[in-house]
């Protein structure tokens, strides 16, 4: 084992305590991890930054590497990444819905390297990442949080009509198939080399889109799944109160003014990057 409290130069905070909660910088810890998969996770991240228009950031927290219970935790082989904090920017990851480009970005390199990730759609992860080597990284079609991978980018970065389950189907791979011709990958995605490449140029083009200005209905969007999210008893006076909000002759008057491509040219942005 070994004792770090920086990965790369970037300091390890934590910030689960009430002095330091979740979604702050919290303070700088010391924290035990095997040392093979200390130098998988530098690797990680280092490519997750290079590639990210942010750059390097200057605080990562986690809400831990080495915990004492069953699975990679107790060896010291699993990595819990709560959030992200930039000099002007934070990815808290509980905040998919606002982020969802830089989010998706960030995951699409990590799975490069990890075989294992549990994102903000696999149950009880909405709150962090947790990374691990504890399987082979490629992609299988049972895998529930691989496939919630893909049907997250196919749906937010490529615009695909798509349901988010979690669950390989005729609609997952059709959409698959789409997108690959377009990227000019090989199939199946189930090859390594597909996958990794797929990984690749999907990150490239989620942190290309983050780079755009966020548009008014793009944050209304957001709004809606927001909303969807909320409690039933919460949800429908929520959704009636902002339906209200659209309906109103001012607002449809403004939202008519508004001149965007909804779908980001997302064929020019593809050819951009495999040309």
Same mark, same amino acid.
């Given at each position: 084992?070994?004792?770090? &409290?920086?990965?790369?130069? =970037? ?5 689960? $305590? ?11 810890? !010391? ?50 990444? !709560?959030?992200?904090?930039?000099? !002007? ?60 991978? $893909? ?16 669950? +390989? ?26 996958? $990794? ?7 490239? =083009? ?25 409690? %039933?008893? &919460? ?13 109103? &002759?001012?607002?449809?008057? +403004?939202?008519?003014?508004?001149? %965007?491509?909804?779908?980001? !040219?997302?064929?020019?942005? =593809?050819?951009?990057?495999? =040309?």
């Amino acid at each position: 084992m070994k004792k770090i &409290n920086q990965v790369n130069g =970037i300091p390890l905070h934590y910030a689960r $305590l009430t002095n330091h909660p979740y979604g702050t910088r919290g303070e700088q810890r !010391d924290f035990l991890i095997e040392e093979s998969f200390f130098k998988v996770l530098e690797q990680a991240l280092q490519e997750v930054f290079e590639n990210c228009p942010l750059g390097v950031p200057e605080v990562i927290t986690t809400a831990g590497i080495f915990v004492n219970k069953p699975g990679q935790h107790g060896h010291g082989k699993a990595f819990d990444l !709560d959030a992200i904090f930039w000099k !002007d920017k934070t990815l808290v990851t509980m905040n998919f819905v606002h982020q969802k480009e830089l989010y998706l970005g960030i995951e699409s390199f990590l799975r490069k390297y990890f075989g294992i990730v549990l994102n903000y759609h696999y149950p009880n992860h909405k709150d962090h990442w947790h990374v691990d080597t504890s399987v082979p990284v490629d992609y299988n079609e049972n895998s529930k949080s691989e496939t919630l991978y $893909l049907q997250l980018v196919l749906k937010h970065i490529y615009k695909e009509e798509i349901l988010v389950d979690g669950i +390989w189907g005729r609609q997952t791979a059709g959409a698959v198939k789409e997108v690959f011709n377009k990227l000019r990958i090989n199939t199946p995605i189930t090859t390594k080399k597909n996958y $990794l490449q797929f990984l690749e140029i999907t990150g490239k =083009i989620a942190f290309k889109l983050c780079e755009e200005q966020i548009s008014a209905t793009h944050l209304l969007d957001n709004l809606t799944e927001v909303i969807e999210d909320l409690p %039933e008893q &919460n949800r429908i006076t929520v959704r009636e109160a902002f339906n209200s909000f659209l309906d109103h &002759n001012d607002t449809a008057q +403004w939202l008519n003014t508004i001149k %965007e491509d909804h779908n980001h !040219d997302i064929d020019s942005l =593809i050819n951009s990057f495999i =040309i």
